[in-house]
């Protein structure tokens, strides 16, 4: 609209022309925004893989100076396998700057945390160090071969809450008093028995999953202690057996698929 002063045309928006313009700025910024929250999830899960390499490979390289035996933390390859402590730290981390290295958690909703990397875990020494490297900090990353033992009731060989049935036949399984996550693992590796691969149906290593990052599920802030993550969330990042990368639901035992 214009308006005569002075000799002078004058310009200015109509209320209406105001409303339309605000509208148009309203949808930009509603299609902006998500996908810039995209993009920096993008950005952090890049960076999260890089991590989860980085440890894949410096396993790799343990393992081959150790006898072919896991390390019993991943923060025991600091600094001697993996030079910075930041690549123990996913950047979607939700856990709060200031929390305790004890109370640190390697998944929102708390579960297995007896195997965390953590202050406070220990292992049975059947290699190396019997406790997690406090120089590294806290770290983000679900590793699932330390050597911290098993709850007492893992020990029972025909059924465990990790799902392994083991048939009470099979020689050469260890006492129960020293199983560890990382024996266990081995087992469910080389001889299935999960009830998704019979016992006696390996798996393949390029398919099992050895470090995880739970931090990249959809919705995981909705998830706690009291509330935790369901077997089919997704996805979860995970470093193999072998050191390559795939991804999973939960319960990586429905199958993992590349990116």
């Known amino acids: 609209m214009k308006n005569k002063s002075f000799g002078r045309t004058v310009g200015f928006f109509t209320i209406i022309e105001l409303l339309v313009v605000i509208a148009i700025m309203g949808i930009l910024m509603a299609l902006f ?77 708390n579960l297995h945390n007896d195997a965390y990397d953590r202050t406070g875990s220990v292992g049975i020494a059947a290699n190396g160090s019997r406790t997690p490297n406090t120089a590294v900090g806290n770290v983000s990353y679900y590793y699932e071969m330390s050597d911290v033992l098993c709850p007492p009731s893992w020990g029972v060989f025909t059924y465990t809450p990790s799902g392994l049935q083991v048939p009470q036949s099979v020689s050469g399984l260890p006492a129960p008093a020293d199983t560890t996550y990382a024996i266990w693992k081995e087992i469910q590796l080389n001889h299935g028995g999960d009830g998704k691969n019979p016992w006696g149906t390996p798996y393949s290593v390029s398919a099992f999953p050895v470090v995880r990052c739970f931090w990249h599920i959809k919705h995981v802030k909705n998830y706690s202690p009291s509330t935790p993550i369901p077997n089919t969330a997704e996805p979860v990042i995970n470093i193999t057996y072998a050191g390559n990368y795939v991804l999973s639901k939960v319960y990586w035992e429905d199958g993992v698929w590349n990116p």
């Open 33 to 109: 925004f998500p996908a810039l929250s995209r993009a920096r999830e993008m950005g952090k899960r890049t960076a999260c893989i890089s991590n989860l390499r980085q440890i894949g490979t410096a396993m790799q390289l343990y393992k081959t100076d150790n006898n072919m035996n896991p390390v019993p933390f991943i923060s025991l390859l600091f600094p001697e396998y993996i030079s910075s402590n930041k690549v123990f730290r996913c950047p979607s981390d939700l856990n709060p700057e200031g929390t305790a290295p004890a109370a640190w958690l390697a998944r929102i909703d």
